[in-house]
């Protein structure tokens, strides 16, 4: 998958290029790979050319397979190298499918911005208001209540107010009037995007999806992740030595969900779990303190800790 970006000030950066210089300093070699139907290109914002019917290849079963031919081309090549295979947001879900193939040699997992659920429980968490409540709970809620006050908001400790709210009173986002922003005031704001989600998959309207969901993806691909089974019911048949990295406040898979695996990890016995879990960090572990500051997050460094002594 591509991973080039432009920032307001139009600079680029691409996130591999970030994995890929901090690993080879480590003498670590890096690999990633595109999706079916995707090639680099110069259209903003995703900087990629879609081939349409290859692309509509891209699938969790494709991908698993692809992946697997990929590490064992690189098990021939380098058949002494260890091979840590990372996985972020979808990638997580993708990642122990491929591990649970004993032919493929995988020495460990790393994964990040980790999915417990099946993506349709997911989605339907992210768009029932959770995911907008959690973006404004990393800004607003100082003391991790879990819901924001009038007077939280009036504090604007990052002086963000006005660009999230403007200049709307705390009132009109209490819809409920109940003195505190909490998921039944942030649901309003995305399920009427999930309800045409689910409409567009369920009528195979791939047109819809292209031209108003904010990422590329199929209805085909939506619905053979809807039928696959969770992550939860496939890491505990891992042996393997697995890394779950999670922020705090990842507004896309949720840190209780990385908390509840590694509980279940520990009732059975297991001891191959680690979990990585970082106070004020999102879904992307705050990479974008490297791009902006050049200096890498907490989580990022921990990732990069981690595969140079599993390494």
Known sequence: MHHQKQMPDGSFFNYFDIFAEEFTSLNIGFCSYSQRGVRDGDTPPFFVEINEPAYRQYLPHNSVSDIQSIVTYLNDR?????????????????????????????????????????????????????????????????????????TDLNEDRYHVRNAIFGDKPFSEFDRDGDGKLTVADAAPISTPHLQNILRAIDENDDEWLKNNHGVRLTTGWFKEHFALKPTKEILPRLDLPIHIFSGEYDAMTPLWQAQEIDAEFKKLGKTNLTLHTFDHHDHDLNILKYIIKKEHSDGMIAIFETVERLN
Not at 92 to 117: F, Q
């Open 78 to 150: 380098y058949p002494v190298a260890k091979l840590i295979l990372m996985g972020w947001s979808e990638g997580t879900i993708i990642a122990p499918l491929v591990a649970l193939d004993e032919n493929v040699k995988i020495s460990a997992l790393v994964l990040a911005g980790y999915c417990n659920e099946n993506l349709y429980d997911i989605l339907i968490w992210q768009l029932s208001g959770n995911s907008v409540l959690t973006q404004w709970c990393r800004l607003f809620d100082y003391d991790r209540k879990g819901y924001i006050t009038e």
